[in-house]
Nanobody, 118 residues
Framework: QVQLVESGGGRVQPGGSLRLSCAASGSSYSINSINSMGWYRQAAGKQHLLVAS???????NYAGSVKGRFTISRDNAKNTVYLQMNSLKPDDMGVYYC?????????WGQGTQVTVSS
């Protein structure tokens, strides 16, 4: 089992920045089994959409709408994944969920709200 704790959401004006963090904890076997870590966004009334992901080797993948504005990174020593969000737009609003995958099982965080509004 892997437990995920997210932090860093909040309210920001358009053009502002936020940094999300997601710390994973659990048994050594589970933690060492994590390969992919990522962030998904769920806007009101919509499905989860991938925002960004990063593999254990550091390969990244971004949704087209956030390329050049968001940066995903991970600290394997801290079992933590980050999402630096710059130049935020109202379309970026939603609940952001951390997801980690062992290749067999996916684990999701509780979600953190990001509001972009003037």
């Amino acid at each position: 089992q892997v437990q995920l704790v997210e932090s860093g959401g909040g309210r920001v004006q358009p053009g502002g920045s936020l940094r999300l963090s997601c710390a994973a904890s659990g048994s050594s076997y589970s933690i060492n089994s994590i390969n992919s870590m990522g962030w998904y966004r769920q806007a009101a009334g919509k499905q989860h959409l991938l925002v960004a992901s990063i593999t254990s080797g550091g390969a990244t993948n971004y949704a087209g709408s956030v390329k050049g504005r968001f940066t995903i990174s991970r600290d394997n020593a801290k079992n933590t994944v980050y999402l630096q969000m710059n130049s935020l737009k109202p379309d970026d609003m939603g609940v952001y969920y951390c997801r980690v995958s062992t290749g067999v099982t996916d684990y999701w965080g509780q979600g953190t709200q990001v509001t972009v509004s003037s």
